[in-house]
């Protein structure tokens, strides 16, 4: 009983005591127990027929307050029940909030089970808490620099969230509780953050002698072509909602009738991308793209200069990169001799083991899909493409460093298009190139013919 309510009826019964002591509302008077034919004292009739009216002024009082007192109980259980009704806030949205990102990453991360954690922290942030925590460390002091009103690691939360779900900025903020110009603002900082401070640490090109060794040695094992040190390809990312004049709806429509930015990746052995280029709105060709890169423009000048040199039928092979026939036959860059199997027995094995070191790239880019969904329909502005694109590689990157589970790659069209041209300014590296794709075709058409 209400505790308020006992303390009015115990007010009460002094009160009834001081006006009518004659009759006792508890007990009777005397141990010794009434007539049995006359009342008790302290019955219903014996109240109701006395000459005082302090009894009856009693009772109407004591009903009116143990009627109040029942109500407030009621009131009481229903706010208890409407407070775990369901319209309380959604499990998915309460992962968003500060509060239950902090219950999650502190108070209970190390008492789950580390497979369990870090299945948990994928679904959520695209990688496991591990690898989340490397990235908040090497984040935290440029984002503390910035002033920003929210926690490091809470802020990265957001944009992995985003980055791996493909949320829009008003999904995230509606969940959060912040305002989408926060959430882009955000956005805008963890990638860029992440495209620039953290791009020359987890994207290198190979040049030590370890790392190119280990390369070489990986893509000889899948194709049996010697030194091979990465694999070339360009994809087209989907833009959403750019509003572009006449003059511009045609670039930036790539080939499979979509508004895109196109992709440029070279990747090694373990799907781990060592060069990364957004440079060209998606109607543009990947020749003309890989043209633009610095990376095109540092092995044309010679910048780039790997040491290690295998002989091959007394000519002197440096490691190269593969890609498909959108590519030009260069010195450093092997493409197949036909792509529809039109060349001699020779030729199309090499062609078959070209693209099978190809297929390390292609998925890689599905993995970068897979893992990063906001690259399937992108959800920021075009001039943030670039970075938010290159921000998900160097994650990628990290993912694959790691050794996370890999997802189900994401599927882009076949590849189509006619062989790329080559300009007068490439004809030395051209020759060569020639030159060097037959003899290493022949020298595995004899190799494998052998065995």
């Not at 909030?97 to 922290?121: C, N, Y």
């Not at 994928?122 to 002033?147: H, Q, W």
């Not at 499979?256 to 196109?262: C, F, H, K, M, T």
Request: charged residues 20%; proline residues 8%; contains cysteine.
């Amino acid at each position: 009983m209400d505790e308020t309510f006992l303390l009015m009826l115990s007010n009460l019964l002094h009160l009834h005591n001081s006006l009518d002591p004659s009759i006792s509302l508890l007990s009777p008077s005397s141990s010794s127990p009434p007539p049995a034919s006359s009342p008790s004292p302290s019955s219903p009739s014996a109240i109701l027929s006395s000459s005082s009216p302090a009894p009856l002024i009693f009772f109407t009082l004591a009903s009116v307050l143990s009627f109040l007192a029942s109500s407030s109980s009621l009131k009481k259980k229903d706010s208890n029940n409407s407070s775990n009704s369901p319209t309380s806030p959604s499990p998915s949205s309460s992962h968003f909030s500060v509060s239950a990102f902090r219950a999650l990453s502190t108070d209970h991360i190390w008492s789950l089970d580390a497979p369990v954690r870090d299945a948990q922290w994928r679904s959520l942030y695209g990688l496991s808490y591990p690898v989340f925590t490397t990235v908040v460390d090497k984040l935290k002091p440029f984002i503390a620099a910035s002033n920003l009103s929210l926690p490091s690691d809470y802020a990265v939360a957001l944009v992995l969230s985003r980055l791996c779900h493909g949320y829009s900025a008003k999904a995230i903020a509606s969940r959060s509780s912040l305002d989408p110009y926060l959430i882009s603002k955000i956005t805008n900082m963890v990638t860029r953050l992440l495209a620039t401070k953290l791009y020359p640490e987890f994207i290198k090109i190979p040049v030590s002698r370890r790392r190119m060794i280990e390369t070489t040695q990986g893509f000889e094992e899948l194709t049996s072509l010697p030194n091979i040190c990465g694999a070339i390809d360009g994809s087209p990312i989907k833009v959403r909602g750019l509003n572009l004049d006449r003059n511009s709806m045609n670039i930036y429509k790539c080939k499979y009738g979509y508004d895109s930015v196109l992709l440029q990746v070279v990747a090694d052995h373990r799907k781990i991308f060592w060069d990364v280029c957004v440079k060209a709105p998606g109607g543009a060709d990947d020749a003309s793209h890989f043209r633009d890169s610095l990376l095109y423009n540092r092995l044309i000048s010679g910048d780039i200069v790997w040491d290690k040199v295998v002989n091959v039928r007394g000519h002197h092979v440096r490691p190269y990169i593969v890609g498909d026939w959108c590519y030009p036959l260069l010195s450093f860059l092997m493409t197949p001799f036909s792509p529809d199997g039109a060349g001699t027995p020779a030729q199309n094995l090499f062609d078959g083991m070209l693209m099978k070191g190809r297929s390390v790239v292609v998925d890689a880019i599905g993995l970068l899909k897979a893992r990063w969904k906001i690259l399937q329909d992108l959800n920021v502005g075009l001039n943030h493409a670039p970075q938010t694109i290159v921000a998900c590689c160097v994650l990628h990157n990290l993912c694959q460093i790691a050794r996370e589970p890999e997802p189900e790659p994401w599927k882009d069209p076949d590849e189509s298009g006619p062989p790329a041209r080559v300009l007068e300014s490439e004809k030395q590296f051209y020759y060569f190139g020639e030159s060097l794709r037959q003899t290493l075709a022949d020298d595995l058409h004899q190799r494998l013919s052998s065995r």
